[in-house]
């Protein structure tokens, strides 16, 4: 494989995918996809980091008839987890017989022999891991690992950007709420009207279900219902009656 060539070629295919406007997971499928065509290789997947910090198996592509696995993994566990921990690509031969591997009834049903693991990395943040295997015994070049590197690089500033519009986009919705119950306290002067509104932008920023507000009354010892939304009406029915103390 004559590597200058293969690796720019790889390259502006990536850059094309990622300037592609394709939907996040849309675009890990196809850079997953090139590394597996570019490679030869049998079966590839990218592993995302969950909100526990653990991995779970987001994209697949490959010759395997297996469906994706629920499989996670956390920090320093099997192969996947090590690569995450310390933050540097694998190229193992036998993956079989590699006594750190965590899954090998799944990797002898997928009949997965050699492999990469390559970190997704965003400056000091790794956000996933990926991961690619063959059905052929076979050794790795440093060719072969920095273009799984470089597509693992990509796939990273897939998940980043991603996550950043996520977060920006909550940031608006917050903002926007935050507005129209300011707008509401200034232009309506009944108190449980204000309530009503109020607890209605709540309800529908935290997707919730339903909602209420309680007023303290005159003595300072008690709640007494003043507004809810979206409260079934045998429930509401009972809390108009109830005072909390």
């Not at 987001?58 to 090590?82: C, D, H, I, S, Y």
């Not at 119950?181 to 339903?210: F, S």
């Amino acid at each position: 494989m004559g590597h200058g060539a293969s690796e720019d070629h790889v390259l502006i295919e990536a850059a094309r995918l990622l300037a592609s406007g394709l939907e996040p997971d849309d675009v890990l499928s196809r850079l997953a996809e090139l590394l597996r065509t570019t490679l030869g290789l049998d079966l590839v997947r990218i592993w995302l980091r969950e909100a526990d910090g653990a991995l779970a198996v987001r994209v697949q592509v490959g010759t395997t008839a297996l469906p994706p696995p629920k499989m996670t993994v956390r920090p320093g566990e099997g192969l996947v987890g090590r690569v995450l921990e310390q933050r540097r690509p694998l190229a193992v031969r036998d993956l079989q017989g590699d006594p750190r591997l965590k899954y090998l009834g799944r990797l002898v049903q997928e009949g997965l022999v050699s492999g990469i693991v390559a970190p997704l990395l965003v400056q000091d943040d790794v956000v996933g891991v990926l991961s690619a295997g063959s059905q052929v015994a076979r050794d790795f070049s440093r060719d072969e690992v920095a273009i799984a590197e470089a597509l693992a690089t990509c796939a990273a500033a897939v998940v980043r950007s991603a996550r950043l519009t996520e977060e920006l986009g909550a940031r608006l919705r917050e903002t926007q709420i935050l507005l129209s119950v300011a707008q509401t306290a200034g232009a309506v002067l009944d108190l449980p009207e204000i309530a009503r509104r109020t607890i209605r932008a709540m309800v529908q920023a935290l997707g919730a279900d339903m909602g209420g507000v309680w007023e303290i009354d005159a003595g300072g010892t008690t709640l007494v219902p003043l507004a809810g939304y979206h409260i079934p009406a045998h429930v509401a029915g009972q809390l108009s009656a109830d005072q909390l103390p």
